[in-house]
């Protein structure tokens, strides 16, 4: 890798220009400090202090190319540093850019290198009246502050990135499970309808001519619509799951219809004051259609009673119950994994609602759910 490809935003300028600043702020005050000092031919010669800060202006100007060469810009600087002093601004900088945009071991490396260079410069330009090794620890000392920054930045920046992905991947995997449950609820009522008449022709070849037709019809009917309804699906897989296919509480009344039709006895009582939100609406609708589709599977033949009500701030009930499977039906209940009661009873919970559900004592069942209404 050479560097940084996208292009810098409003932040990476003022970043730039701050830590460009900082840089060339060091090297003047440097500079002024040795000459209002007076000290130069003192301590250097002066081809050597020339050298120094067009050595300095240079460093500072290849700052701008931090970006794109961050470890080789890193280490020209640290090598220069052996005998420029104007240097040590951008050279922190530099130091500072390898750790935030470099894995740890590349940056450790070049820290380490800045070290030796850092003990050379003692050697080569020592300080009068300043001890070597306080020279030298001062300087190992701002540059450790700087690779140090660095790393906390990019340990950071790591950290936020991983929480980011872990944030994508659970969105994701919600996505899917609302996929999922809309699949299931679209196309399982449909596909109920084919297995019971099916088993129910099977179970029955001698049926009268009328009991023939009537499931053949209703076979057919089930399997157009479920044709469908998958297509609707599929077609909007790739869109957000909110545009995926959704029904009202007023669709409440023609679902029952399309089960009384289909075979099944289904009595409908609504009590509701006011119209029922969306949110709350969509949600009973499914809860009787996953009711409507368990009896057809597990108690074919069974009457089944549909109760809603509620008002706004008081919040909507719904109960389905269903009598015990009717004897001579001429169906064979369905074996199931019961991952329709829980795929509903998430939704439930994701309404922010209540779901209980088991057997009656005369043999029938009961799915009783309430769920929030706000005034």
């Keep these: 890798m050479t560097g940084f490809t996208r292009s810098r935003g409003l932040r990476d300028w003022l970043v730039d220009c701050c830590l460009f600043v900082t840089a ?19 301590v250097v010669p002066a081809w050597l202090f020339t050298l120094d800060q067009l050595t300095g202006v ?20 640290v090598l220069l540093s052996v005998f420029s002093e104007t240097i040590a601004g951008a050279m922190l900088v530099a130091l500072f850019s390898v750790a935030v945009h470099r894995p740890p071991r590349t940056s450790l490396a070049v820290f380490g290198l800045s070290l030796f260079t850092a003990f050379g410069y003692v ?72 297995s019971v008449h099916a088993g129910a022709l099977e179970y029955r070849p001698d049926a009268p001519a009328e009991d023939v037709a009537r499931a053949a019809r209703v076979i057919r009917e089930s399997a157009h619509q479920a044709l469908q309804d998958l297509r609707q699906v599929v077609g909007v897989l790739r869109a957000p799951v909110g545009e995926l296919p959704q029904p009202v509480f007023a ?16 009595r409908l009582e609504a009590e509701v004051d006011g119209d029922v939100p969306d949110p709350a609406g969509r949600t009973a609708y499914r809860i009787v259609q996953e009711a409507l589709t368990n009896v057809r599977k597990h108690a074919p033949g069974a009457a089944v009673t549909v109760r809603v009500a509620g008002a706004a701030g008081e919040g909507l009930e719904v109960a389905v119950v269903n009598t015990a499977p009717a004897p001579g039906s001429g169906a064979v209940p369905a074996a199931g994994s019961g991952q329709g009661l829980l795929g509903l009873a998430e939704r439930v919970d994701l309404a922010g609602g209540s779901l209980e ?3 009656l004592a005369d043999g029938g069942w009961r799915l009783a759910a309430r769920l929030p209404w706000p005034s």
Excluded: K, M, N
């Excluded at 240079?58 to 020209?76: D, I, S």
């Design 251 to 266: 669709d409440l009344s023609h679902l029952v219809e399309e089960a009384e039709r289909a075979g099944t006895p289904v």
């Design 357 to 359: 559900y088991g057997p």
């Design 24 to 42: 060339v702020v060091w090297g003047v005050v440097l500079s002024g400090v040795r000459l209002e000092e007076g000290a130069v031919p003192d």
């Design 123 to 194: 050697l080569l330009r020592p300080e009068p009246g300043t001890p070597a090794l306080l020279l030298f620890l001062l300087g190992a000392a701002l540059q450790g502050v700087a690779v140090g920054w660095g790393l906390f930045v990019h340990h950071r920046r790591r950290l936020v990135a991983s929480l980011r992905e872990r944030a994508e991947a659970e969105a994701r995997r919600a996505a899917r499970e609302e996929i999922a449950r809309e699949i299931h609820d679209v196309l399982g009522h449909r596909l109920s309808l084919l």
């Design 58 to 77: 240079l460093g500072c100007a290849a700052l701008w190319l931090r970006r794109r060469w961050p470890t080789g810009l890193a280490v020209a600087l």
